[in-house]
């Protein structure tokens, strides 16, 4: 089964089409839609219609993945389901055990990605911490006045979360974020203040 796709913004898919069918495809299921859209038709019908046994190609492996996680997902689901895949243009066929090794090298390259990003934002959040930044979307309101009057408000068992939330154009996580940096701000300006003297009776 071949797979064929080109954007709005080409106009034929002839070339695609061609190699397939000279590549021994009986079927080949098109879309004409960008790379970056989820939903795609004759994707979907594709996955569907293919069995244990078919071996799916593509004329070039973007043609099939919006990004290389897709298509590393994409791939792995065929695996699973017994299906192999082919891309003319890039000389892949993970029918073949060289194809199923340069798609395991791929998937290991998307793994490290994926760590890298992760170790980076975590690097990135602790040392927000150590300057006192809190991770998130940063705060409407600042300063340690404001932060304590938004606490006043909570504390006063009058007023909901709701009305709280209202009167500020904040949502119930913003409040609770506003009220986690005020507890901060309010242990930091505690751990800096010298412990009171005890009072001396008079002599």
Known sequence: MGYARVSTFEQIMDLQQDTLRKAGCSRVFTDTVSGATRDR????QMLSFLRAGDTLVVWRLDRLGRSLKHLIETVSILHDRGIGFVSLTEHI??????????????????????????ERTQAGLQAARARGRLGGRPLLLAGAKKLAMVQAMYDDKSNTVEDICQALHISRA??????????ATTDTIAQS???????QRPT
Request: aromatic share 10%; charged share 30%; net charge positive.
């Open 174 to 183: 913003t409040l609770y974020r506003y009220l986690k940096a005020n507890r």
């Open 93 to 118: 066929d993970t029918t073949t055990s060289s194809g199923k090794l340069i798609f395991h090298m791929f998937a290991a390259l998307a793994e490290f990605e994926r760590d890298v990003i992760r």
């Open 193 to 199: 203040e010298p412990p009171e003297r005890p009072l």
């Open 41 to 44: 038709a004759g994707l979907l």
